[in-house]
């Protein structure tokens, strides 16, 4: 193959070495060779039906770049790093396999709308493939939280003892995350779905072209409404780098609690060892290395979404060549997060739950004080002065060193007359959770129907 510029006509200086090494971005972009032929495909189809190319020249240009695709699925392509990126290197090689018919195929279109078609495309398809992921770990989430409908653990706030909440209610909390991610993605994937062929370098062409029935071949809902617009926005890779780490933030929020939970300190729960790893000189250790790598990452992914918008802040309409720096953030970004979702997809139905450490745990803290407010509530005292009686109760525990159910009923008594044998039925675990029976409550009785819920909406 050739590794004459196809653009030299103008030139009459070779291009430096190290120049071309330093512009060219086809060991990066070579992924989205697929991509290339699909669009070229398309373009030439279109050229067909508008008269601009004969029907022979179309067919032996799709026969051409299907022979090119076959040949880089097999990793035999040659790619050169002179004919700079993915578009020059496929086209060079069609020219030279079937002849001038190979040269027409430009026609109408620059690598300005063809590189943001390309993009467009293959983050498409991407998308489609990470909510995959999102709806596997959520239904990883789902069985685990059924399984642990009934568990009890405190829950907490600033990290203290707040609330004893059950483990399935926890692991909705997640869920509920993992939904949002889910609809950003189909919003960004949406707003993206318009097509940027025929809007040329980024004046349009003076070809007959028909822009909607290109759009219509590649599935697009239609083309990009303004040709300067269509080549140089990557508004859809910076509104795709935002939902990716607004995801890798909820991640890394969920590793920091396994890495708590699975800590000596708190036991709660146990990683299984496929997910963890050893320490080189401490024979004991058993590292939470998967959720500690995924919380890393998360600085990785947001750092990408700060150098896209650094990127694109300066750039005066229409394409510029610092466009070929979003490619390497934007596929970092992607493998990164697919990779992330599919670790905590596989790990999340391997965690157990130690139950007894969660009880005991949550029987500290005074987890049940809100309990009791609300029982005195309930017998006509006012919030205020309920907060008050309960607060001076759990004083004297803390003096005593013991929990507001291990008092008895005349030493309750003391703090407010109103107090009947019946308090110890709020002031238990089981009485506290099974208490907030309501919508989104974390009732055993909800989380299940909360779970059914969730099952017949990603059914």
Not at 266 to 278: E, H
């Amino acid at each position: 193959m050739t590794d004459k510029k196809l653009w030299a006509g103008r030139f009459n200086q070779p291009t430096d070495a190290f120049v071309e090494a330093f512009t060219a971005s086809v060991e990066f972009d070579q992924r989205l060779a697929d991509y290339d032929i699909q669009g070229s495909i398309a373009h030439a189809t279109m050229l067909a039906r508008q008269g601009i190319l004969s029907e022979e020249e179309k067919d032996s240009i799709i026969a051409g770049l299907e022979r090119i695709r076959e040949q880089i699925a097999r990793g035999d392509f040659p790619w050169s790093v002179s004919l700079e990126d993915v578009h020059m290197n496929i086209e060079a090689a069609l020219t030279e396999d079937i002849g001038d018919a190979g040269k027409k195929l430009h026609t109408g279109r620059s690598r300005n709308d063809q590189v943001a078609t390309d993009v467009r495309l293959w983050l498409r398809d991407e998308i489609a493939a990470i909510q995959a992921e999102i709806r596997r770990f959520q239904l990883a989430l789902l069985e685990l939280a059924e399984r642990e409908a009934e568990t009890i653990l405190p829950g907490f706030t600033h990290l203290q003892t707040a609330q004893p909440v059950t483990f399935g209610h926890h692991m909705l909390a997640w869920f509920e995350m993992l939904q949002r991610d889910h609809g950003r993605f189909s919003d960004c994937a949406r707003r993206m779905n318009q097509c940027p062929l025929g809007a040329a370098a980024l004046a349009g062409t003076t070809y007959p072209i028909d822009r909607e029935y290109s759009a219509e071949l590649l599935g697009f809902d239609g083309p990009c409404a303004n040709s300067l617009d269509a080549v140089s926005d990557r508004d859809f890779a910076i509104e795709f780098s935002a939902a990716a780490s607004i995801l890798m933030m909820h991640l890394s929020r969920m590793s920091e609690e396994l890495i708590i939970w699975s800590s000596a300190q708190f036991g709660f729960v146990n990683l299984s060892d496929s997910f963890c790893t050893g320490s080189s000189i401490m024979p004991q250790k058993k590292n939470p290395d998967v959720p500690e790598l995924v919380r890393g990452k998360s600085g990785r992914v947001f750092g990408h979404l700060m150098g896209l918008l650094t990127l694109m802040k300066s750039q005066p309409l229409a394409y510029n060549k610092d466009n070929q720096e979003d490619k390497e953030p934007l596929f970092d970004t992607v493998d990164n997060i697919k990779g992330c979702l599919k670790v905590f997809a596989d790990m999340v139905p391997e965690i157990t739950c130690n139950a007894e450490a969660m009880r005991q745990a949550a029987l500290k803290g005074f987890a049940t004080a809100t309990d009791l407010a609300d029982y005195l509530v309930r017998k006509g005292i006012p919030f205020r002065d309920a907060h008050e009686v309960v607060g001076k109760a759990v004083a004297l525990c803390v003096e005593r060193g013991i929990d507001l159910a291990d008092l008895s009923l005349n030493e309750l008594r003391v703090f407010n007359e109103a107090i009947t044998e019946d308090v110890f039925e709020y002031l238990t675990l089981e009485g506290s959770v099974a208490a907030r029976n309501h919508t989104g409550g974390t009732a055993p009785e909800q989380v299940r129907k909360a779970i059914a819920r969730a099952k017949g909406a990603l059914a």
